[in-house]
């Protein structure tokens, strides 16, 4: 089965309400990577987290090693944060990241 | 800080062509990689790099060479184009070893005609 499970694939939010998405791991790793990217557009780097939380803005990424999930938290979601989000596991000396399928994020004004 | 340039930001060939993509960073990272990414889907590894003139194949690499020229640039060529093939080619970097967060550029968009 798929070592990184990433959900919602899409959520629709109105603009203002925040938005919760994850990604489950069946692997051992060193650390989640989270990215956005836009249409057409790179990836950005939104958060690396090998444990714990961490904060940028309005962004939140927690991972739980245990429990074997990561999530990444909008607060007061904007139109402007619509895209797509990616997690990506960085499994030891593996070069190779293991992606999750993405959810696309609709946020209506 | 630094950045990934990629070049050209959009390429267009003919079925059968061999087509090249060039990549750039100036964070003097060792590891470089190459990643297809077919709309809607998600990224695939198809080369990477952990030092200058080395060379690791990912799971897509048949149908590309690769080519580490120097430390801040890695060269990927599409050796034979496909008819109707479209996807988004992205380079990324980073350090070399455990915990090292990669780095993307801006991607070059393919068509085939």
């Known amino acids: 089965g798929q070592q990184v499970q990433q959900s919602p694939a899409s959520l629709v939010l109105q603009e203002g309400e925040n938005a919760e998405l994850q990604c489950n791991f069946s692997?051992?790793?060193?650390?989640m990577q989270w990215f956005y990217q836009r249409p057409g557009g790179s990836l950005v780097s939104l958060f690396y987290?090998?444990?714990?939380?961490k904060h940028s803005g309005r962004l939140t990424s927690t991972t739980v090693i245990k429990e074997r999930r990561s999530s990444l938290h909008i607060s007061s979601s904007q139109t402007t944060d619509s895209g797509t989000y990616l997690c990506a596991l960085e499994q030891g000396s593996n070069y190779q990241l293991i992606w999750g399928s993405g959810t696309k994020l609709i946020i209506k004004p | 800080g630094g950045i990934i340039t990629q070049t050209p930001k959009f390429l267009i060939g003919q079925e059968g062509q061999k087509l090249t993509l060039k990549c750039q960073q100036n964070?003097?990272?060792?590891?470089m990689y190459w990643y297809r990414q077919d709309s809607g889907k998600g990224l695939r590894l198809i080369y990477y790099?952990?030092?200058?003139?080395?060379?690791q194949k990912g799971d897509l690499s048949e149908g590309y060479d690769a080519s580490r020229e120097k430390k801040s640039s890695f060269s990927l060529t599409v050796t034979s184009a496909q008819k109707n093939e479209m996807a988004v080619f992205l380079c990324a970097s980073s350090r070399t070893g455990n915990y090292a967060e990669q780095f993307f550029g801006p991607g070059t968009r393919l068509t085939v005609l």
């Open positions: 790099s952990i030092t200058e003139n080395d060379l």
């Open positions: 692997t051992s790793l060193n650390s």
């Open positions: 987290n090998p444990s714990g939380t």
């Open positions: 964070f003097n990272h060792d590891t």
